[in-house]
C-alpha cells in the first residue's frame, strides 16, 4: 500500500494562475480532508469530505474548491492563485471506527510546497 | 472560535529525561484528542488517541493525559532518545468529521 499519496511535490505558480493538487488513497478511507500550514499557525482545515460526493468547508476554504467524484481521490483546486496561498498542502485520510465519529488517526501525505509569486 | 493552545517555545532537553509537552484548549468539548508528530519536510504521523472518558493513555515510552475540567491534555515522552527530536502536534475532534491542530511545540533532545 502506498497510503496517501499527493502531487507535485513542489510548485511555483504566477498570481491569477490556476491549478489542482493531486491526492489520491489506497486504503479505501472515507474521510479525506485537506489542511495548509504555515509558520506559527499550525495545520488549517481547507476543505473535507466524509464520501464519495459529498464535501464540505473547513476553517480556511475561500480561493479553494474540491471534489470527489471517487473514495480514492481528492484533488483540490486553487482558483486564482494569490500570493496569500504560499504554504504547504496537506492532504489527510482516515477510517472512522464509529460512523460518524472521529475516533480515529488520520494518515496524512508527505505534502505540496506552493508558492505563489 | 475554538483554540489549541501549544507551547510555542522549543523544548530542549537532555537523552533520558521525561519531556513534558502541553496542549490546552478552549471553547468546546472534544470527544477525542489525539497527538501526531512531525518531521520536518513530511506530513504529521499518529501516535496516540484518547477518548473523553480515558484520564490517560500509554503506548511503549508516550503517555497522555487527558482533562476535560482543565481543557488540557499533557504528552510525555519516558528516556528521551535524540531520534524522539520532532515537532509534536495536539488535534482535537470537534465534531462533524472535523478534526483541527494545534500548531505544535518542537522538542529537542540532546544526546
Known amino acids: 500500500n502506498a497510503g496517501v499519496t499527493q502531487t507535485p511535490k513542489f510548485q511555483v505558480l504566477k498570481t491569477g494562475q490556476s491549478m489542482t493538487l493531486q491526492c489520491a488513497q489506497d486504503m479505501n478511507h472515507e474521510y479525506m480532508s485537506w489542511y495548509r500550514q504555515d509558520p506559527g499557525m499550525g495545520l488549517r482545515l481547507i476543505h473535507y469530505s466524509v464520501g464519495a460526493g459529498i464535501t464540505d468547508q473547513g476553517e480556511v476554504p475561500n480561493g479553494y474548491n474540491v471534489s470527489r467524484s471517487t473514495t480514492e481521490d481528492f484533488p483540490l483546486r486553487l482558483l486564482s492563485a494569490a500570493p496569500s496561498q504560499t504554504s504547504v498542502y496537506f492532504c489527510?485520510?482516515?477510517?472512522?471506527?464509529?460512523?460518524?465519529?472521529?475516533?480515529?488517526?488520520?494518515?496524512f501525505g508527505q505534502g505540496t510546497r506552493l508558492t505563489v509569486v | 472560535s475554538q483554540k489549541i493552545e501549544q507551547n510555542s517555545e522549543a523544548l530542549n532537553i537532555q537523552e533520558g529525561k521525561t519531556a513534558t509537552l502541553t496542549c490546552n484548549y478552549t471553547?468546546?468539548?472534544?470527544?477525542?484528542l489525539q497527538w501526531y508528530r512531525q518531521d520536518p519536510g513530511r506530513g504529521p504521523v499518529f501516535l496516540l488517541l484518547i477518548r473523553e472518558n480515558e484520564k490517560e493513555k500509554r503506548k511503549e515510552r508516550l503517555k497522555v493525559t487527558f482533562d476535560t475540567t482543565l481543557k488540557q491534555s499533557l504528552f510525555h515522552i519516558t528516556a528521551s532518545q535524540p531520534a524522539d527530536s520532532a515537532t509534536y502536534l495536539c488535534?482535537?475532534?470537534?465534531?462533524?468529521?472535523?478534526?483541527?491542530f494545534g500548531a505544535g511545540t518542537r522538542l529537542f533532545v540532546k544526546a
Open positions: 489527510a485520510s482516515s477510517h472512522p471506527k464509529s460512523p460518524g465519529q472521529g475516533d480515529t488517526e488520520a494518515f
Open positions: 488535534a482535537l475532534d470537534i465534531g462533524g468529521f472535523k478534526t483541527i
Open positions: 471553547n468546546y468539548s472534544p470527544a477525542y
